[in-house]
C-alpha cells in the first residue's frame, strides 16, 4: 500500500540512497556531481548557496562538486566567511541552547552513532560559533529549510566530503 509507513519508510531510505525500490529507481534530488562554477572563489573552499539549498566544493578548474543539503529554517539562517575548526567522525551532540529551549525534553547529551544524533556519520565544527557541516539522521530534511542554522548533509555526502578538506578550509555561506 503507497501509504503504509513501512512503504514511506523504505522509500525514504531508497531516495537517500539513490536506489531502485520495486523496479522503479530514484535517486537524491541533486545527487553529487561536478557542476560549472566561476564564482571566484579558491580552490578547495567550500561556498553554500542557502537560497539553493546546495554546497559547492571548488575545484579550481571553473568546476565544483555539488552536494544537496539542509540550511536553516526561516529566522535562522545566517551569512559570512567562516574557516572549518574540527572533523569528527561519529560526533557526540550536546543540544545548543536555542534547541534544548524549544525541546526541553532532549537529553543533554546524546552520543555518536545513537540513531537519535541529529549530527549523522560526521561533522565538521566552523569556526566562531556553533555551527557545523554535519550528516543526519533526518535524509528527509534534505533540500528543505530545516536546521537551527548548521548545513545537513546526507550521511554518504559528509562522508565524501570530509575526505576531500582539511581543518583551515575555507567555507563562505551566501544567501
Excluded at 564564482?39 to 544537496?68: C, F, H, P, Q, W
Aim: charged fraction near 20%; glycine fraction near 14%; hydrophobic fraction near 35%.
Amino acid at each position: 500500500m503507497l501509504g503504509s509507513g513501512k512503504y514511506r519508510a523504505a522509500l525514504a531510505g531508497a531516495l537517500a540512497a539513490g536506489l531502485c525500490l520495486g523496479g522503479t529507481c530514484v535517486g537524491t534530488a541533486q545527487a553529487r556531481e561536478i557542476v560549472p562554477f566561476a564564482d571566484g572563489m579558491g580552490r578547495g573552499s567550500i561556498v553554500v548557496r542557502t537560497s539553493e539549498r546546495r554546497l559547492y566544493l571548488v575545484n579550481g578548474d571553473g568546476t565544483a562538486i555539488r552536494y544537496a543539503v539542509a540550511v536553516g529554517k526561516p529566522g535562522k539562517q545566517w551569512s559570512g566567511a567562516t574557516e572549518i575548526d574540527g572533523k569528527y567522525y561519529q560526533p557526540d551532540w550536546s543540544p545548543p541552547r536555542e534547541v534544548k529551549r524549544d525541546k526541553p525534553w532532549l537529553p543533554n547529551l546524546i552520543r555518536g552513532g545513537s540513531p537519535g544524533n541529529p549530527m549523522g556519520v560526521a561533522a565538521m565544527t566552523l569556526r566562531g560559533g556553533e555551527y557545523a557541516i554535519h550528516g543526519t539522521n533526518r535524509p528527509s530534511s534534505i533540500g528543505t529549510f530545516a536546521s537551527y542554522g548548521c548545513i545537513r548533509m546526507y550521511n554518504h555526502d559528509i562522508a565524501d566530503l570530509i575526505e576531500r578538506v582539511s581543518v583551515g578550509t575555507q567555507v563562505y555561506v551566501v544567501r
